[in-house]
């Protein structure tokens, strides 16, 4: 169990730095469809596998020198997950611009009850 753990934590450890320096580089319409491809040759994870995954995503991605960052996670998620592949990313935006404006995410938004002036799903 725990030799899995830690090459999941590898594995994530480093699809996200490759994912930092590729979405600096690239806009979602170019990188999108790589991670998606790379994720459907991924396992399909069930909801407790995910769930796990999302947590070691989030540990990860908390130790970048920018700090977290919700469009990183999403995109790491998705190169990572079969499941996550298939979905739509949803960016949420607000017009005032600024640190803070915008969130990204896969799935519903059920919870998250911040008013966006403009939603994509790609």
Do not use: K, T
Not at 20 to 37: C, E, H, N, V, Y
Not at 70 to 98: K, N
Not at 100 to 119: K, M, N, Q, T, V
Request: proline share 6%; with cysteine; aromatic share 4%.
């Amino acid at each position: 169990m725990l030799v899995a753990q830690l090459i999941e934590l590898v594995e994530v450890l480093a699809v996200g730095i490759r994912v930092d320096r590729a979405r600096s580089r690239r806009g979602p319409d170019r990188l999108l469809p790589q991670l998606r491809a790379r994720g459907a040759r991924s396992r399909l994870r069930d909801a407790a596998a995910r769930a796990r995954l999302q947590r070691v995503i989030g540990v990860v991605d908390r130790f970048f020198p920018s700090g977290g960052n919700c469009y990183r996670r999403a995109l790491m998620e998705i190169a990572l997950d079969a499941g996550a592949a298939a979905e739509p990313l949803h960016l949420g935006l607000q017009a005032h611009g600024g640190p803070g404006s915008g969130h990204a995410w896969l799935g519903d938004r059920s919870g998250d009850p911040a008013p966006y002036d403009a939603e994509l799903s790609l």
